[in-house]
């Protein structure tokens, strides 16, 4: 049977709204991102989105049927992330997904976003299934997690510090490339040397958790007792010693899983250096490698229709009355 799906993202400063058929067959996805709005800030002002949310929210979502050729009355459910996120960006897109509930008479879903970046993969390959090794890796949160089937959550490892994302984007700051930091220093990367000096890969091959503030103050330190040093040869190194780290403990977790596909997700797996080195594992055919599309890689509202097909699915809709939760848990 075949199920469309409105889905909607607010969770942090990207305003999207998408349509998408079975969970895999992407109809329309659009995407405002609000990054000139924070770029001055270096950072994401949690008021300013909101309020560009609100702006934003109408025209993005009327966008995305007029994209996709349906009216709402063609939708059969309308999903938005619940969290985790920013409570007030959160707000504004499942109230609009509630109100539409209401008004259309379908169900409405709430997802939560890292299942959703993990769904990106799916869309990417409509044949994948679990079991599959996933990392999520965003501005927010590093994930290391086995997904034994739709639903079914082992994490393995998380960061105990920053998230991978976020050691981009306060690197990119104090290299001053400004924000968002993480494709300011992907771009610079390729100019620059990645074996000009030799950072820590913290917490290597040290269990499936993440640590990267000593990464953070390693570069730092470097830059302060080294400021002739090349600034794309510090990125470049940088960005190889968080490479390194995932690479190797996603590699790490599919051996011990005994679990042979691996998946990216979120908007670190946007990276260049990292996709190159998972590509390259499945060109050596030691693992299968799904990486999603830059565009499904960061926020954006194709992944969350994707999921809630499956939530819809598996729970039926969400009740009406289910709060936004700023710090939703995966499991
Ligand atoms: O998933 P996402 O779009 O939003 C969150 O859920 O947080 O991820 C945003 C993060 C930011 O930290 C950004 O700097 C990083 O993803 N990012 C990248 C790249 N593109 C986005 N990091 C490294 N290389 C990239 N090309
Ligand atoms: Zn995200």
Known sequence: ?????????????????????????????????????????????????????????????????????????????????????????????????????????????????????????????????????????????????????????????????????EAFDKIARFLGLGYPGGPAIDRLAREGDPEAIRFPRPMRTDGHDFSFSGLKTAVVQYVRKHPEAEVADVAASFQAAIVDVLVDKLVAAARETGIDTIVAGGGVAANSALRERLLDLAVAGELRVVLPSIALCTDNAAMVAAVAAYRLAADGPTPLETPVVPNLRLV
Not at 3 to 14: M, N, Y
């Open 1 to 165: 049977m075949s199920v469309r799906i409105l889905g909607i993202e607010t969770s942090c400063d990207e305003t999207a709204a998408a349509v998408v058929d079975d969970g895999r067959r992407v109809r329309s996805s659009v995407v405002a991102s609000q990054a000139d709005l924070h770029a001055r800030y270096g950072g994401v002002v949690p008021e300013i989105a909101s309020r560009a949310h609100v702006e934003l929210i109408c025209d993005v979502i009327e966008e995305s049927l007029v994209e996709a050729g349906v009216s709402l009355d063609e939708i059969d459910a309308v999903a938005a992330v619940r969290g985790p996120g920013l409570a007030g960006a959160l707000l504004v897109g499942v109230s609009a997904a509630k109100a539409i509930s209401l008004a259309a008479d379908v169900p409405y879903v709430g997802v939560h976003h890292h299942e959703a970046h993990l769904y990106a993969a799916m869309i990417e390959d409509p044949e994948l299934e679990p079991p599959l090794v996933t990392l999520i890796v965003s501005g927010g949160h590093t994930l290391l997690v086995a997904m034994d089937g739709h639903g079914r959550y082992r994490v393995l490892g998380q960061t105990v510090d920053d998230a991978a994302g």
